[in-house]
């Protein structure tokens, strides 16, 4: 019925789809096999079988795995599984939101923290650690939490609001983002510098680093399903953000509203990313370059790109942090530095080595 | 279908970009919108478009106001074809063409939204590059893919803005004989800007001369092309002579100065 040419297109692009797919599954295999590695190794390392015998035993009890002692139960599934499930769900979800920023915005350069997020949930966090709630073990890092939270937030609408008296277009959002996260660096800067005691300025450094060293069940039970939803709500907004992405005179032209597509996803993302670095600190790097990556593999229908985007980001940050986990042993690397340092040479390795053009 | 325009006025804040703009074009027929830069050929598309949105009512489709129609809607009636489209993310060629379909399609597209960008190809020639990426296409084939998605979205109405300004003479003809095939054989109503005005004279049933935002002349293009006609809204001397087509044919001569052109009746005046 249509084109019986030497080659139909729509043959080629269904073997394409199937081709992402793979793709993503492979991702979703290595992220498996690489949480379960991350999860033997380490200090008193109860060896690689053992490991995963305990927790399939916790998650399977029927099945009759050897559940191993109670040292090494409270090791691996304590200490070690939060923590790997905390990278997983960390780098997913700002993975996808720099994927979803990065198209409705159509520039490469932004990260999920072009709202001045970043700079705005540092500040929020220094605010409570030199006010001296930072240090009341216990109520005191949940006060960090929310404060970081809450003043993400504030960046995110003030945002919105300048933005909005121009009428909102990527251009203004992201200059408003980049004014409201130099004005949120300076008050942080501030902070640090009137700030009376050493420790406190020691603990908003330690902060802004980034880490999930502080990784508990509670932090995962909140951030997964919030993860997850603004995900699933992402890749459901994909279509749009691959119009939107045409530009706006495109877009309005096939029927889709740029405007609400913008905001839809500036919602999304800030919730996504104001939930995780409240309890994981300025984790930047991996926002940037996962989507890059996914893009390399698959292109960039967002459809297949969002969740591809989220694997990369997940596998990444746990290698990271694995990594930084290990190399130093007892000290740790914080994951932030960790992600830099292994992600930038294994992103220009790709960079240099594909010859296709990736960017415009 | 048909397209009634009635006193259509647009301003960006302050300034007025078009003045009572009234316009009526017919099932199939060609109009092109010609007139010096900034003369408003593209606000005008973009109005027509809804991209920018006018005061009052002013556009109807078969008597219908657009703006009683939503986006998804008015998407399905018209296609838009805009100056210049670069992909900052790779897209294939045949991922551009199936963003035509997102009037019909919520997430996924059907079978049948397969099979008309399939068709849609084709009928451009362009089935050998679907799977090519669409920044690696030279002009005029990029043009081309995208009045591709432009007629996926299956419009009665088809706006294009400039579409063949920097395309090399063989894309020109092949991307205009397209659209007046369009017109022809799917009974699509063509609005398109342009600059040759012999091109334009060639092509178009009716042509629409635009001076700083006003209609100077609307008609068949031996109405509009005309000395006087142009010399007034370009300030150029031109020679108008009859093409070997039986159409009229523009040979500029040279600018006018703009002080001679100051000394000229006020109705002729421009230029500042």
Redesign the interface.
């Known amino acids: 019925?249509?084109?019986n040419?030497?080659?139909?297109?729509?043959n080629?692009?269904e073997e394409?789809k199937g081709k992402k797919i793979f793709v993503i599954f492979c991702l979703l295999v290595s992220l498996l096999v690489t949480a379960a590695v991350s999860v033997s190794l380490g200090a008193a390392s109860p060896g690689f079988i053992e490991a995963v015998q305990v927790v399939l035993s916790k998650i399977f009890p029927f099945l009759g795995f050897d559940p191993g002692s109670k040292i090494t139960q409270l090791i691996i599934l304590e200490i070690r599984l939060p923590r790997v499930l905390l990278a997983i769900i960390a780098g997913a979800g700002l993975a996808a939101s720099g994927a979803t920023m990065?198209?409705v915005l159509?520039?490469?350069l932004v990260s999920s923290y072009i709202l001045g997020i970043s700079a705005a949930a540092g500040f929020g966090a220094a605010l409570a650690i030199v006010l001296g709630i930072g240090f009341i073990a216990g109520v005191g890092w949940y006060l960090v939490i929310v404060n970081a939270y809450v003043f993400s937030w504030l960046a995110m609408v003030m945002v919105y609001g300048i933005a909005r008296l121009r009428g909102i277009t990527p251009e203004t959002v992201i200059l408003a983002g980049v004014a409201i996260g130099y004005l949120f660096s300076a008050a942080l800067s501030l902070i640090q510098y009137v700030a009376p005691e050493y420790e406190a300025v020691r603990a908003v450094v330690f902060w802004l680093m980034g880490g999930l060293n502080r990784a508990t069940w509670e932090s995962i039970i909140i951030l997964f399903p919030i993860v997850i939803l603004t995900i699933f709500l992402m890749v459901?907004q994909?279509?749009n953000i691959?119009?939107v992405?045409?530009?706006?005179?495109?877009a309005?032209?096939?029927?889709?509203?740029p405007k609400r597509v913008l905001t839809i996803t500036m919602v999304l993302e800030t919730l996504a990313t104001a939930s995780i670095i409240s309890f994981t600190g300025v984790i930047g790097f991996v926002c940037l370059i996962s989507p890059h990556i996914a893009?390399m593999l698959i292109?960039?229908?967002h459809?297949f790109l969002i969740p591809c985007s989220s694997l990369v980001g997940a596998c990444l940050l746990l290698c990271s942090d694995t990594v930084g986990r290990l190399v130093l042993q007892p000290t740790e690397i914080p994951v932030g530095i960790v992600t830099s340092l292994l992600g930038v040479p294994f992103f220009l390795y790709i960079l240099v080595s594909r010859r296709?053009?990736?960017?415009? | 279908m048909k397209l009634t325009i009635n006193h259509l006025s647009f301003s960006y804040s302050s300034s007025p970009i078009l003045k009572g703009i009234d316009l009526a074009l017919d099932l199939g027929e060609v109009l092109s919108i010609v007139g010096p830069n900034g003369s408003g050929k593209s606000t005008l598309l973009k109005c027509i478009n809804r991209i920018l949105k006018t005061k009052g009512n002013t556009v109807f489709v078969d008597g219908k106001d657009i703006n009683k129609l939503n986006l998804k809607e008015l998407s399905k009636i018209m296609g838009y074809v805009p100056q210049s489209s670069v992909s900052v993310f790779p897209f294939t060629v045949f991922d551009i063409v199936m963003m035509g379909r997102t009037p019909y399609i919520h997430w996924s597209p059907s079978e049948q939204d397969y099979e008309i960008v399939a068709e849609t190809l084709d009928f451009l020639g362009l089935s050998d590059l679907a799977m090519r990426h669409f920044n690696e296409l030279s002009g005029g084939e990029q043009q081309k893919v995208i009045i591709a998605r432009a007629l996926a979205q299956q419009p009665k109405i088809l706006l294009l803005d400039e579409p063949t300004s920097n395309l090399d003479i063989k894309h020109q003809l092949e991307i205009l004989c397209i659209l007046k095939d369009l017109a022809q054989s799917k009974h699509c109503s063509i609005i398109v800007a342009m600059h040759d005005l012999n091109m334009a004279s060639r092509f178009s049933d009716k042509m629409l001369m635009l001076k700083k935002g006003c209609i100077f002349a609307v008609g068949a293009p031996e109405k509009v092309l005309t000395e006087e006609n142009i010399e007034a809204v370009y300030g150029i001397k031109a020679k108008v002579t009859k093409s070997i087509m039986g159409k009229p044919q523009v040979v500029p001569l040279e600018p006018i100065s703009s002080k001679e052109v100051s000394e000229a009746p006020s109705k002729f005046a421009l230029l500042t």
């Open positions: 019925m249509t084109t040419k030497n080659c139909n297109p729509k080629f692009y394409n990065q198209g159509r520039n490469p459901l994909a279509w691959n119009v992405s045409m530009g706006e005179d495109v309005t032209s096939l029927g889709v509203t893009r292109g960039s229908d459809r296709r053009r990736i960017w415009g």
